[in-house]
């Protein structure tokens, strides 16, 4: 699956471009966001910019904006880290596109792509553990717990309790549910 097919019937993954840059700063200051993501809350469009441009020149990162396949209106952000046949995903949705499946759509696309084009033997991510939209997500994304990976975080100066989870590329390759 080339990066032009990162797309299905109701998402597509696409670059990140400055322009989008106002969007994802305004989007990382809800409540939600902040609750669950390492995102600060003065993050501004410049960062943001400043952001795009070392993932686009950074080859163990991929980042994506997830935007509705149909309309283009932006929903999300997924990025990728990886090193040595292992990756770490995270991710946010916008608060308009919550409860649209989004999150579970965009963690299946990357992670297949991944799979065929990185090299990866695992996936992981984890999440803050009060986050049952998040966890539903990476379940339905095929991923399962990893207990072993569950650790407290210091997350913007708090101590967060954080789940594990992971994804093996020959679960991805034979068992994971389609988006």
Not at 101 to 107: N, Y
Not at 113 to 125: E, G, N, P, T
Request: with cysteine; hydrophobic share 40%.
């Amino acid at each position: 699956m080339s990066l032009a097919h990162l797309r299905d019937s109701a998402i597509v993954l696409r670059c990140w471009s400055p322009s989008d840059a106002e969007w994802y700063a305004r989007c990382a200051r809800d409540a939600e966001i902040q609750r669950f993501t390492s995102d600060p809350s003065n993050l501004t469009a410049a960062d943001v910019v400043a952001a795009i441009s070392v993932l686009s020149s950074d080859p163990r990162r991929e980042g994506f904006l997830v935007a509705d396949a149909r309309t283009g209106s932006r929903l999300g952000n997924i990025s990728l880290e990886h090193a040595d046949r292992t990756g770490e995903i995270s991710y946010w949705v916008a608060a308009e596109a919550r409860g649209r499946g989004v999150a579970h759509r965009a963690l299946a696309l990357l992670t297949r792509w991944a799979f065929a084009h990185l090299d990866l033997q695992v996936i992981r991510l984890w999440t803050h553990a009060d986050n049952a939209p998040s966890r539903a997500a990476a379940e339905r994304a095929g991923f399962t717990r990893n207990r072993s990976g569950d650790r407290l975080r210091a997350v913007k100066g708090e101590v967060w309790p954080t789940v594990a989870y992971e994804l093996r590329r020959r679960t991805a390759d034979s068992t994971a549910p389609p988006p």
